[in-house]
């Protein structure tokens, strides 16, 4: 998907039909940044935001969220996005800050900090193993970052950072609020701080969440409500009205905005003023907008508020909203927790399924329009799998069991077959298997019959992964080992060795005429065999090994890991190291790989989509 041109044809799900519509004209109007690996590229919602961040002399706003970084320019009008092909380690965000000379910082979700150069994101190496918990800025623009290790003040990307000790060792702050170097107060798990010329402890409750100065205030945000601290005399008052959690804070001239449960609104020495009364998903982050209103970031997108409107102001642009949003409906939004992957090919077009935690969506990378199949709503989809002949597509709800989605817009569920089904396979002779909690359950000749009743599994076996190379043959990959199961005796074996008790999460068979090839992927590396002789793939060593493909044209086998990605060659009939992906090296998306499949593009170089917690990753590369 070279193209990132998503709004010209954007379709809307009409529940019976799935037809598309044109985005309206006023579409805001993406800029795109240039990649730091052109071969990669990432789809992740960035609605789900984590922080929010205004460069004071240009106005523009910058999202911090579980799918990269968005820019929106001054104007709100245009907008960039940035994910791990620009350079982020991974497209999980925890933080953002733009400090004083325009510079913008992000924090990552594990540790490290990096910074913008020009259009790509550069790791800013002195922190690189710091666990950073919160950013502020001091009354110069200087940034302050708080970490496990301390607190740093930057200055500049190419500069050493100053270090303030922590007023308690390896207690991370929550949250700063500092006006310079001899004026910095902070709130722990273990109460607040005050630091001068040498740290005192200011108030000893766990509860507190969130503080910052505003005019003589120091102003609390805490587990039960809002507290105001006139610094003058030492006093606290409490906003009497305002008695949720607190999860969110900005001072004005005036006062501060509060976000207080559900409730965002202005408080003011003698006052508490909700904004329009509405009542708001979880608010992460708020930001005070030039004259009236607030921007506020929650986890279904950035939102802006004021005495008189309400709006949204989201991209209009899939991954972060599919179709064409309606004034009355809450817009249709792609879950980043990606499960399982499949390509159908039919006649005309090819076709990417998407099974998510939140929906199955549908991308046509002929036109690079999404659909998301509304009859399965926001289901937990667990497993997708699609028929040699691209005829036959079936998708699996944790919660509801198995739909034939032949035609997604008439959803047919299989009655026969009980859910949760956690697994399915296309096998031979057109044939498909589901796995579940209660059983296996095989489709053939128009039925689905259950064939492995779950009393003839091992106890507690959690059926993970289904593969089947022979029509005498089918592996199912379990939570107390590989299982082989002949589906003419219909009796199950238990493999003897080392995949006999070990948690089997992949599975993976190859055959020509000649021999069929079974790959294992256990939490304790990757296996290879024929049925009777397994044997491990030492170059992984005891990699946690959660997803396979194959490319059968360049004998090259994919290897998703909870470390990274690997690919697998075949020299000389040893399978070797060819490449290796994480998040440090690539554009990939995250180091924990959850689903992999692969097509081929128009032009024949070959896609290999990585299913990840934070969104999908492709790869591109030449076939051969």
Known sequence: MSSQNYTNDLPVLLRTDDLPIPAPDAAPQHELAAPSYPDWLNLASQCHIRNL????????????????????????????RYSSEHG????????????GNSQPWVAHENSGLSYLDGETWQPYLTLSDAHVSCFTLDQTGHLWVGAD???????HPTKEPTLVELPLHSTPPRSLAITTSNDIWLCTAQGVFHRQEDWQRYNTSPRILTLTRQANNLWLGTLDGLVRIDLLTDKLHPVKVCRAEVSALAPIENGVWAACGKTVGLATETDWTPVN????DWVTSLIPASGEGIWIGTHSGLQFASSTTNRSQLTDAPPDVIGVRSPHQPPIMFSNLIQDLTIQKTSNTTLLWIGTARGVFRVDL?????RRLGKLGNQDIRALAVSESGQNLWVSSFINGLYD????????????????ITALECGVNASFWAGGLNGVYNYGGGTWQLTLPAKKLPNAAWIRAIAQAKPDCVWLGTSVGLLSFNPETQIASLVPGSLGGVHIQSLLALSNEEKSLIWVGTQRGLYLGQGDDWQPVTTLGNRSITALAADLMSEKVWVGTNRGLWCLHNLQGNWEILEEFTVDSSGLAHNRITALTLDTSCTGEKRLWVGTPCGLSVYTYESG
Do not use: C
């Open 88 to 99: 982020l380690p991974g497209n999980s965000i925890k933080l953002v800050a733009v400090d």
């Open 366 to 370: 002929s036109t690079e329009t999404w």
């Open 53 to 80: 961040s205004l460069d004071s002399s240009t106005g523009d706003l910058w999202l911090a969220t579980g799918g990269g970084i968005l820019h929106w320019h001054s104007g709100m009008e245009r907008f960039t």
């Open 277 to 280: 009364g509405k009542a708001w």
């Open 405 to 420: 989605a032949q035609q997604p817009s008439d959803l047919k569920l299989a009655p026969e077959v009980l859910g949760p």
């Open 149 to 155: 290790t301390g607190l740093y003040k930057l200055t």
